[in-house]
C-alpha cells in the first residue's frame, strides 16, 4: 500500500479492518504475500504490482 497511506502501522490498521481489497477480494491477512500481477484496492484507488 506504498504511497496510499502515511505509514505502515496505518496500513496494518486499514488491512485488519477491510477495508482492503486483492484481486477483488477483501483482505485481512497483515503478512500476505503480493505477487506480480495482483491488484491491490483501497480508497477508491486501484494499483497492479509489478515488482
Excluded: P, S
Amino acid at each position: 500500500m506504498r504511497g496510499m497511506v502515511e505509514t505502515g502501522g496505518e496500513a496494518k490498521f486499514r488491512v485488519q479492518g477491510g477495508e482492503v481489497r486483492l484481486n477483488g477480494e477483501i483482505e485481512t491477512r497483515r503478512r500476505k504475500k503480493l505477487r506480480r500481477g495482483d491488484i491491490v484496492e483501497y480508497a477508491g484507488e486501484r494499483v497492479r504490482v509489478d515488482f
